[in-house]
Structures are given as C-alpha cells and as structure tokens.
C-alpha cells in the first residue's frame, strides 16, 4: 500500500530524502518517509521556541477517499500558551497510585485548522484520565466524548485537532491512541491528528515536541496499534491581548513565593520607565565600550542605532507646546468633571436618604400627621435642592483644590 | 439561605497562571460581546485560591445576521452565570474536571467588561445567586478588555458586602430602609486584593523562554544583518503599551459612558420626583377627605347621629409605592468607578505628557 502511494509521489519535485525511523517494540517495521523538502522557517517576533531552519516533511499520506486528492502540504503547529499552561497543571495534577504506572498524562487538543489545512492552532486543551500498565492502556472514551460536547458548548468555532501527553516517549500506547484521535467517525479524519508531547521531568527542561502521523502496518491487527510519527514544526505563539497577562505572569518567575500582585496603572508605569532607562544604560554601555574598543564593532547594531534615533520627530516648539496645552487640559478637564460628577452624585445620594429625617418622622402610613409630613419633605426636598447647589459648588472648589 | 457567615471573611484571591490566560483568551476572543465563565478553586482559610476556569456555553442568539444583535447575545452572556441551563452544565464539568484532580469547588465566575462599565445590576444579581445559593465563599472577578490593551493587565475580585446582601434578600431599596441599614453605595462591593500566582512547573517552563536581558555570550555574538536583528523572538520582551500616549480614545469613551451614567441618574431622580409628587398629592386628597369627614361627623354629633369612621381613607386611597432606590446605588458606584478609573488615566498620562514634552522641548519645562 504505501509503497504504491509513495511510488506516485515520487515524481513530485525533491530536495532531499529524509529517513525517519520509529521503532516499537512490538512492531519491527521500519518505514521511511520520503518526500521532504527543506524549507526555511521564519520566525514571527512573538514566537516563543526557538525555531531556526526547520525540516518540512511531506505529511505521510493517511487512508485517502478514493477519488480525492490526497494532500501533502506542509503542516504547521501554532500553540497558544493556555494550552501549554493547561498542560502543565494537568501534569501536576496526576494521580500518584503506585499501582499504576502514570508517569504520563494524556488529554485533548482543541483549536483551530486554516482553511487549507497546512496550519494547525491548538488555543485550548482538557484533561482525559487514563491508566496506563506494562501490557496496556485505558482511555476513557466517554469522558473524552462528553468532555468535547461540553468544550464545543462554550468555543463553537474550536474543533478537536489532537491530543497531548506529558512524556517525548512515542510507544505502542501512544501509536493506539494516536489511531484513535485520527480515526474516522470521532477523529480528526481526513486530517491528521497532531500529538504534542511536554516533557515535564523534575529537574529537565520542559521540551515540547508535535508530530502527526500516517498508518503503517500489513494487517488490520498491526496497523491498529503502530503509526508512523512524524516531527512537524511548532512555535508558542500569542496575541496582543494576552501579552500583558503573560507578562505579569511571567514577572513572578523569579519570586521566591512564585506570587505577583496586579500592577496599578502608575506602578506598571513606573516599571515601564524603569525598563527603558535600564535598556538605554545596556545601549550607551555598548557604544562606550566600542568606542574604547573594548568591543568588536556591529555593523548591524550600529544600523539599528542609528535608525532608532532616526525615529525622534522633528517638531516645531510651539505645535508642541500647543498640543500639549490642548491636550493636558483635556485630560484635566475630564478628570475634573468626573469627580464634580461623583460629588454631585454622592451628595445627592446623601441627600435623598436624609430629606426624610428632617421632615416625616413617622413614616408614611401615619395617617393623622400626614399634611405636616409632607410638608416637612417638601420642606426636606426644597432645602435639598438648595444644598446640592452649594454641595456642587464646594465640590467645585476641592476639585480645583486637587 | 446564607444565614450562616463563616467565621473568617476571605481577605485574599490568588489567581493561578492559567486562569488569568485562559480568563484573557476567552474574553478578548468574545470582545465587545460579554464573556463570562465559571471559576473552580479551593479555599484556604481566609485565602481563595483559584486553580482553574471554563467559559459558560455560548449563547445561540436568533440568527439574525451582523452586529444588531451584539446587545441581546451581550446580556444573554451578562446573565448565563445564574441562567438555569447553564447550572446544569456547571455541574456536569465539575463533576468531569474532579475526575481528573482539578479542585472541583464552586469559587465564582468572571466577566469581562469595557472601561470598567461592570458595575450594573447584572453582576450584582449573579454575584448574588453565586454567594446565596451556591456557594458564600465566591468572588466575581472582573477582566477589563480595554484597559488591558492599553498596558498594564486589569484584573479585580469583588465580593457583595453581607450588609447589601442582606438588604438585597429583603428586596427593599426604599429611602427608609436605606435610612435604616445605612447601606451607601460605597458598600456594594467589596474589593479583594487578587495575586498571581504560578506552580512550580510553570516556572521552570518560564525560566526556559529565553530571557529579554541577553546573557554575556549571547551579548558576544554579533547579529549578522540588520534583518536578523528585527526578527530575534523574544516572547518575554516588555511590553511598552503603558508607555503609549494615546489620550484621547479613553477620554472620549469614559466622557461617553459617564453621560449614560448621569442620564440614568437623572431618570432614577425623576423617577422619584414623580413618585413624591404622586404622594403628596394623595396625601393632600387624604387630608381634604378626612377634614371633610371630620366636619361631617362634627355636623352629626350635633344631630345626635353616630359618627362615621375616620380611618376609611386606607380603603379610599391607595399610596403610590416608592420606586427602589437600587438603581441609583448601583449607578452612583458605577459613577464612582468612572471617576477613579480618569483619576487614575489623568495622574499617569499627565506624566507621560510632561515627559515627553520635556525630551522634545529641553529647557522648556523650567518655565
């Protein structure tokens, strides 16, 4: 079978023949994918992982509809830092039973496939609990069903893409599982399902790692349990939205109780201006010492320097100044109505609740003192309404105070 | 009924990594629509941790097409924490999230809001179903899209105060009662203090992104081009959003929604004023039919017949009820948000301004 499709192919334009080889212990197979091509890998400035050159493999060719066109294409794997988070609490959430041997968890990913199907975006993930032991593996099927109903509930437009595990390791498990998320009827068929493997080792790096993968095996029995894995190029990659959370996220990395408060607008501020005059001290460190030659010399840097300070506006003085009378007065303005408003507002408040202590003292169903009633609150409202003009005035006043 | 408070009140929320992305994702994903989700967590003593969060299923909004229907799947979305449908669901995923150890406890639900306009009866009537019928120990956190864009990430917890509470139960907002209770708007919402915190792994998953600061042997090798330069990821590079001057988008919007703010307080205040002209005018009848009463039974006293009761007026007329007085709370906290939300933009902004007048302009700020 594969030697047919790949006999096809063979015609197709080809750089390079690349031989990836999975072993598993049952299946003794080896396959080889051919078909690849070297294709330089740009980085986009928010990428996380560092992705030099990187190799594209022909996508190993999946049981086609006889009749469509079977697909090649490069597949590319964004993953966006939730999933990673999610993963990474799941992995610390595992149980710990002796008997079984959960070194790893496994569990869904979820996002979004480009239109053509060459860029895969993983933006969320659950857990599925599963026992693993030496000759086998339990997934939990239906709860891996529900869970997807319950996540295509909330995130209509996400759909299933793969599945994770917390180990680089690929076995025979991994191979099954992997048949089933890419399978048909509940699967990710026609496409292929991506497993992105975290390593999450103590004292390791975490790594992650995305494959997809293409059946292999003579007989149904063998093909069900081996799979072809293939490496496909990744990069961490999030929004503007997410880049302040991340950060304040990532400003606990080096406390001790691994806690960060939410900054105040100043106080974000204030790191802010700390940063870039830090970043200008590194900046003007490295001209001096190139000047004292104490440094090689970057073309590139100085280029970079100097289109920087290219970048301040050549302005007149008076356009300035005028835009930053308009402006800061704007700004106080507002400011300043905002808190009349308040004042205004609390006394009123205030005064609502305490016309009636002056006027009706015994309430409304009083009956015999009701003229005198209202006219204590008519009383009560007029010498209101003279306060609140006062009140505003003396709001007025401590607002110009501040 | 929550009768029973707990001995210690929570005083801390700590927010776990993942749920301030997860809580970002999903509400900058359905911005300008409201998101609101459910939050799962544990509490420590008097310290609410909060480990993980799911969205609350999507409204299906009648398909009419385009943006009209933004406002209808908006407050669809604003009530889903207390909708019923959405309680079942709730249940069911935390039944799922214990199968696999996540701290399966009810802890809150969070929403998004623009420019701090969250402060309405929507929160307050989820924040109460959340801290009367399931669970008192819950907050609501607040995610402002927005004013995230435009730096620092905002993020706050809010609790009802067990005084509003009470009064809420009661479902009084008269002038009296509020006389009575001395409830202020200032006492609506308690606000938590709210950390962040992350485990272990997570950390060590954050020391292995490469680091903004370049170390002394990346610092020796030289970037080749200038393009190279350009392109190097950085995924923790600071973020100088806060540092951006754009004034007059926050200003124009907060001066938008303060006016809807005042048109509300207005309505509210000519509410009442109806109400107390409404009054005085039947108590004004009750006063001319008692008198009239009076004279009458004066007149019958004197023709020896007996005397017609004086207290038929409660049958005869009916007092106008007062309107409740929580929508006016509720606006004057949302006022108040309003004012310190510019208080905070002005005192920040106002720097940035001088400071860039001072690069462009050297010497000019002495005058």
């Known amino acids: 079978m594969i030697g047919n499709k790949r006999a096809k192919k063979e015609g197709a334009p080809m750089k390079c023949q690349d031989t990836h080889i999975l072993r598993d212990e049952k299946d003794t197979f080896s396959r080889q994918t051919v078909g690849a091509y070297f294709s330089c890998h740009l980085n986009t400035s928010q990428a996380m992982v560092e992705a030099d050159s990187f190799l594209h493999l022909a996508r190993p060719l999946g049981p086609a509809l006889p009749g469509s066109q079977p697909t090649t294409a490069p597949l590319n794997v964004i993953i966006q830092p939730q999933a990673i988070f999610s993963i990474l609490d799941h992995s610390l959430r595992r149980n710990t039973d002796s008997n079984t041997d959960n070194e790893r968890v496994i569990g869904t990913l979820l996002g979004v496939r480009s239109e053509d199907g060459q860029e895969v975006e993983i933006r969320n993930c659950f857990a599925v609990g599963h026992t693993e032991t030496a000759e086998q593996v339990e997934v939990d099927m239906d709860y891996q069903k529900q869970m997807l109903q319950f996540h295509l509930k909330a995130n209509p437009k996400e759909v299933l893409v793969g599945w994770y595990a917390t180990s ?17 009827g509940d699967g990710t068929w026609p496409h292929p399902a991506v497993h992105l493997t975290v390593t999450t080792d103590a004292g390791k790096e975490i790594e992650t790692r995305t ?113 930053f009378n308009n402006h800061i007065q704007d700004v106080l303005v507002v400011s300043y109505l905002a808190n009349t408003i308040r004042t205004q507002i609390d006394l009123s408040n205030r005064l609502a609740t305490a016309a009636l202590t002056l006027g009706a003292g015994d309430g409304l169903g009083g009956g015999q003192t009701n003229g005198t009633g209202t006219e204590g609150r008519e009383r009560g409202q007029r010498g209101g309404r003279g306060q609140r003009g006062g009140g505003g005035d003396r709001g007025d006043r401590g607002a110009d105070r501040g | 009924m929550a009768e029973t408070l707990k001995d210690t009140p929570l005083k801390a929320v700590q927010l776990e990594g993942l749920v301030v992305l997860k809580i970002i994702k999903h509400c900058s994903q359905a911005f300008p629509t409201t998101a609101t989700g459910f939050l799962v967590g544990m509490d420590k003593a008097a310290n609410l941790e909060i480990t993980n969060s799911f969205p609350f299923p999507t409204v299906d909004v009648p398909a009419t097409d385009g943006h009209h229907d933004n406002n209808a799947a908006s407050n669809l979305a604003a009530a889903a924490p207390r909708a019923k449908a959405n309680t079942t669901y709730q249940d069911e995923m935390i039944k799922k999230l214990r199968e696999v150890n996540v701290d399966a406890n009810n802890t809150g639900w969070y929403t998004s809001a623009n420019l701090g306009n969250f402060v309405n009866l929507n929160m307050i009537e989820n924040q109460y179903f959340y801290q009367k019928e399931l669970n008192e120990r819950t907050v609501a956190i607040v995610h402002d899209v927005s004013r995230s864009s435009q730096g620092s990430l905002s993020l706050r917890a809010f609790r009802l105060s067990p005084a509003f509470m009470n009064a809420y139960k009661e479902g009084k907002f008269t002038t009296e009662s509020l006389q009575k209770s001395n409830l202020r708007y200032q006492d609506i919402l308690l606000e938590l203090p709210l950390q962040i915190h992350n485990s272990h792994l997570l950390t060590s998953f954050l020391h292995s992104l490469p680091n903004p600061v370049p170390t002394q042997e990346a610092q020796a090798s030289q970037p080749p081009t200038l393009a190279s330069l350009s392109q190097t990821p950085n995924p923790l590079a600071p973020n100088f959003n806060s540092l951006n001057l754009s004034i007059d988008p926050f200003l124009t919007q907060t001066t938008d929604l303060l006016l809807d703010s005042i048109e509300t307080h207005h309505t509210e205040l000519n509410n009442h004023q109806y109400y107390q002209r409404q009054l005085a005018r039947e108590q004004a009848k009750i006063t001319a039919w008692q008198q009239k009463r009076k004279s009458e039974n004066a007149s019958r006293a004197l023709a020896k017949q007996s005397p017609l009761p004086e207290d038929e007026w409660q049958r005869l007329f009916k007092l106008p009820q007062e309107p409740g007085r929580l929508e006016t709370l509720l606006n004057s906290r949302q006022v108040e948000q309003y004012a310190r939300q510019v208080d905070g933009f002005a005192a920040g902004v106002s720097g940035k301004m001088f400071a860039v007048r001072g690069n462009l302009l050297p010497g000019a700020g002495e005058g």
């Open chain 1, 211 to 323: 494959y997809i993968s293409a059946p292999v095996g003579v007989t149904a029995d063998r093909a069900a349990d081996s799979a072809a894995f293939t490496p496909v190029p990744h990069e961490i990659r999030y929004g503007e939205a997410e880049k302040s959370g991340l950060e304040l996220i990532a400003g606990a990395k080096d406390d001790k109780d691994r806690t960060a408060s939410v900054p105040t607008d100043i106080e974000a501020l204030e790191r802010q201006i700390e940063e870039v005059l830090g970043m200008l001290e590194r900046v003007s460190k490295y001209v001096e010492a190139v000047i004292e030659e104490e440094t090689p010399p970057s073309s590139a840097l100085g280029q970079f320097l100097l289109n920087a300070l290219a970048l301040a506006p050549k302005v007149d003085p008076e356009d300035i100044e005028r835009d």
């Open chain 1, 168 to 184: 680089a390791e690929l076995n025979t498990f991994s191979a099954l599982i992997q048949n089933f998320y890419g399978g048909q």
